[in-house]
């Protein structure tokens, strides 16, 4: 177990300091009177189990070694939830220019949705922690997703988790229909997009000074 601490200890920490990081990117939109295209982060640590069962499926060993840290590109996880699709690329964007770490490889899964009905934008990268015996570079996968593709893919996981991915042919049909369901509510909520924020913007400036309005 011990080993095992060891080395997933660079993995918290940089699960961490991104988490710090990307709700300070919130913040400075939040301080400039802008429109935040991050509505909230999540991070966490890839639990042991999940490792396990992914050394199985990938077929490698279950032992915290090099191999696994160039395997699983996901034991540091991030999640970044928007309001709109459009304001993923603007998320991607700022990952881009960002000189705290490297993107190594992007994945689409919102132009390219996936047979289960997933939809999101990976984006794998490599981040360089500091520690006592010196840098460590780690790679996180940072999943960038509306709220409507976060509530279907929280829900389908909950599933798939008891149902272990062999779902009864309704429960199937109705997680298609439920992805289809929540692609139509980006698009209304697109479509109003200017008219939604006008007016959290109105709600933002009314909090700050009630008595000015
Ligand atoms: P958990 O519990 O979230 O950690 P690859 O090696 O590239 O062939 P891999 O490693 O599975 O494939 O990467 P992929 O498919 O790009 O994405 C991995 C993660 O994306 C998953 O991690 C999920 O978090 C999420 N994901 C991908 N497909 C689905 C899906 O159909 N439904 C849901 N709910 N999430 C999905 P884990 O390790 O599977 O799970």
Redesign the pocket.
Known sequence: MGQWNRFLAPYKQAVDELKVKFKGMRSQFENGNTNSPIEFVTG?V??LA?IY??TL??GIPFEPSEQLAH????IA?IRMMCQFVGDIETVVSLLRQRKDLRIVEE?D?ISNE?????R?Y?VIVEYPVQTIDGEQLILA?I?IRTLAMNF??????SL?YKYKGVFPEEIKNRLQRAAEAAFQLDEEMSQIRDEIQEAQAYFTEFKESPGTH
């Open positions: 966490r890839k639990p999940s069962d992914k499926e990938k395997q699983l590109q996901d996880g994945k899964y996936k047979q289960s009905g997933y999101s990976h996968e999943q279907w893919a929280s829900i389908e996981h798939n």
